[in-house]
């Protein structure tokens, strides 16, 4: 399941430092804010977004939040940023459910799916939700073809 951290750093200094060794590793892109508050990184497998907020009068700190879509991507982030100040654990889209089922092999069966999607996604409990609404949406006549992909592994 994906974490939802968030950071506060004193020093632009240290926080560059640390950002750069952090986007070697997790090979992200940097872009720009549109409200030109900040920045973003991200990484192509859309498994982690990182924001860099400017210093807010309040806490006289950047704010930096990132969403990891896996625990290993959060220990990276952990490693490298130090303690979070804040996280929670976020469920996986409805979109990163389907991409993931894309990925698997036609043969897989419905017992492994669960499996797979138990280990890696860590949506044991919601799995009976997602398979219900990616079934539904797959049987609409004008439906995307991603959902009728990801509807076949669940069959």
């Known amino acids: 399941m994906g974490k939802y951290l968030e950071f506060q750093f004193k020093s632009e200094q240290k926080l560059n430092q640390l950002l750069e060794k952090l986007q070697r590793k997790i090979s992200g892109e940097k872009r720009e804010l549109?409200?030109?508050?900040?920045?973003?990184?991200?990484?192509?497998?859309?498994?982690?977004e990182l924001q860099v907020l400017?210093?807010?009068?309040?806490?006289?700190?950047?704010?930096?939040?990132?969403?990891?879509?896996?625990?290993?991507?959060?220990?990276?982030?952990?490693g490298i940023l130090g303690k979070p100040t804040s996280e929670r654990t976020i469920a996986p889209s409805i979109l990163?459910?389907?991409?993931?089922?894309?990925?698997l092999p036609k043969e897989t069966t419905e017992k492994e799916v669960k499996r797979l999607l138990k280990e890696e996604l860590e949506i044991e409990a919601k799995y009976e939700?997602?398979?219900?609404?990616?079934?539904?949406r797959a049987a609409r006549p004008n439906a995307q073809e991603i959902f009728k992909e990801a509807a076949q592994r669940l069959k």
């Open 96 to 103: 990163e459910v389907i991409e993931f089922l894309r990925s």
């Open 54 to 78: 400017q210093p807010d009068k309040a806490i006289n700190a950047f704010l930096v939040t990132v969403r990891a879509q896996n625990n290993k991507v959060a220990d990276i982030v952990k």
């Open 34 to 48: 549109d409200t030109g508050t900040g920045y973003e990184i991200k990484n192509k497998e859309r498994t982690f």
């Open 129 to 136: 939700f997602y398979k219900k609404k990616i079934l539904k």
